[in-house]
């Protein structure tokens, strides 16, 4: 079965260090993958994407995520945390759909709250 | 705002009462999908639709129906209200790869 998993509930780091939020992916064929960061009281925003090429991809608020085919996983990474990152961080896989090249579904995993303290 | 609207914010509904969650953008996506989120379990896929007349089931499709009769609205009818259903729903719609996914800002319901 195809699956996205976030093995950590919560990360909690201290404020200028760097931190990264887990994400591994079970899919057949080629992955497409996704951050989305989601802050109290309100939805899902994009920030950023794997779809093919080089393997660091760096996306909004300085994020960057990992894809590493061999280890089917797709990490994501900030090289200094701020207080201001402390969200629900969700990880998704877009599959292909049957009968469809571009039916879109898109699973996610769990989610992790990340927690910056000052 | 280009973007995808979601109404009402917030319903709280009795057992055994149907509703419609209404969801529009104006970005004239094909694809458009329905979420449901709970604590711990992360969003799942109950319904989508990859263009007009088209719709097809997610994960948790049961108690839910929708239909899509204009590329720019994608309503969600919960039939019979249950406990069970009390969660936040999100609506999002795409264009396609390069370009992602666009979320609403959710309706947080609450089935008593």
């Known amino acids: 079965a195809q699956s996205v998993a976030q093995p950590e509930d919560q990360v909690n780091v201290a404020e200028g260090n760097p931190l990264t939020v887990k994400c591994t992916y079970s899919v057949s064929g080629n992955p497409y993958l996704f951050w989305y960061v989601q802050y109290p009281n309100r939805g899902l925003q994009f920030l950023l994407k794997?779809?093919?090429?080089?393997?660091l991809v760096k996306g909004s608020y300085g994020f960057e995520a990992e894809f590493n085919k061999s280890q089917t996983s797709f990490h994501l990474k900030k090289p200094s945390a701020l207080v201001s990152d402390s969200a629900l961080y969700f990880c998704?896989?877009?599959?292909?759909?049957?009968?469809?090249?571009?039916?879109?579904?898109?699973?996610f995993g769990q989610g992790t709250t990340l927690q910056v303290k000052p | 705002n280009a973007g995808v609207t979601q109404t009402p914010k917030f319903q709280v509904l009795k057992t055994g009462q149907s509703m419609t969650l209404q969801c529009a953008q104006d970005?004239?996506?094909?694809?458009m999908s329905w979420y449901r989120q709970d604590p711990g379990m992360g969003l799942r896929l109950i319904h989508y639709s990859v263009g007009a007349g088209i719709t097809d089931q997610g994960e948790v499709p049961n108690g839910y129906n929708v239909s899509r009769s204009t590329t720019e609205d994608f309503p969600l009818r919960l039939l019979s209200a249950a406990p069970s259903q009390t969660s936040v729903y999100f609506c999002a719609s795409y264009r396609d790869i390069n370009y992602g996914y666009t979320f609403g800002s959710g309706t947080r319901l609450t089935v008593v």
């Open positions: 998704a896989v877009r599959l292909e759909g049957h009968g469809s090249s571009n039916t879109g579904k898109l699973i």
């Open positions: 970005m004239n996506h094909e694809y």
């Open positions: 794997y779809i093919t090429g080089d393997n």
